[in-house]
């Protein structure tokens, strides 16, 4: 009996991870991306790699409202069932926004996980500093720990003292906003 159940979770375990393996991703990313385009957000001479659990991502051109807004030269999509994660390496904020905010992210990760199926765990250094948080789909909050760097808190001080920034020390602030 219990070898028969065992045989079959080995079977079930099996079957769900053929099904994320064989996953057509590069088809879900261009459905998310069509999706996108509702919103103003436009995606322009990426290129995909689907590598079995990850789909890979280079020279991402990103354009808000017909405005070139950033590219990502580096980007992963691993889906692992019990832990999914999208990461961003070398991110560059167009120059046009230099004045505004940082430029430069050296590095961002988005997780999640079905165990907390309400929240997205966020890390991102760069520029800026450094940043931990969580995006809290339930409650729709986003609640952010930044970690400022020098350049941050001489060139962009302003953004510390934005609506929803709370200091915490000289080394930290909270941001925490609903959406």
Known sequence: MVKKLLFYLMLFLVFLYSFVYFL????????LKEEAKKYGIEVYKETTHDKGFVLKLENINIFFKD????????G??????FYNKISLDTVRIS???????????D?????????????????ANGEFGSLTGTIDLKNKKISLHIYPSKTMK???RSILYQRGMKRISSKEYIY???F
């Open 24 to 31: 057509p991703k590069e088809n879900l990313y261009f459905k």
């Open 67 to 74: 405005i070139e807004s950033a590219k990502i030269y580096h």
């Open 76 to 81: 992963s999509v691993g889906l692992f069932l």
């Open 95 to 105: 120059n046009d926004f230099k004045s505004f905010v940082p430029t430069k992210i």
């Open 107 to 123: 590095k961002a990760e988005l997780t999640y996980t079905p165990f907390l199926p309400f929240k997205i765990k966020v890390n």
């Open 154 to 156: 001489t060139k962009y």
């Open 176 to 178: 925490e906003e609903s």
